[in-house]
């Protein structure tokens, strides 16, 4: 007999399941992050290499890529993705999602 094992469903944002305040705008963040550290993947750049394209030590390059993002506007991270040969563009709508009674903000990736 298998034991019924008791799950949350998740919305599809984790801070949003966590009950963070701002949670659309930290996983805009977490996936501008996520492009980041691809980025620097793909060129094949240490953290020290990143941070000098980047224009941060390697510290805080190590903190970012490890989920430390809080101290980071959007535009910083779009300017780290900018530097690292990259381009960002951002698309204003009007449109709502159904059932949404506040903006959408979220970061769509090629």
């Not at 799950?7 to 399941?17: L, Y």
């Not at 996520?34 to 941060?56: C, D, E, F, H, N």
């Amino acid at each position: 007999m298998s034991k019924k094992i008791e799950h949350t469903v998740s919305s599809g944002n984790v801070f949003e399941d966590l009950g963070l305040p701002d949670a659309k705008l930290h996983l805009a963040k977490a996936d501008l992050v996520s492009r980041i550290s691809r980025a620097i993947w793909a060129m094949g750049l240490t953290q020290a290499q990143a941070g000098k394209v980047m224009g941060i030590s390697q510290p805080k390059v190590s903190d970012l890529l490890r989920g430390d993002f809080e101290g980071y506007s959007m535009e910083r991270l779009m300017k780290f993705l900018n530097a690292l040969g990259h381009d960002v563009r951002i698309s204003v709508s009007e449109e709502r999602r159904t059932g949404e009674d506040k903006p959408d903000l979220e970061v769509v990736t090629a």
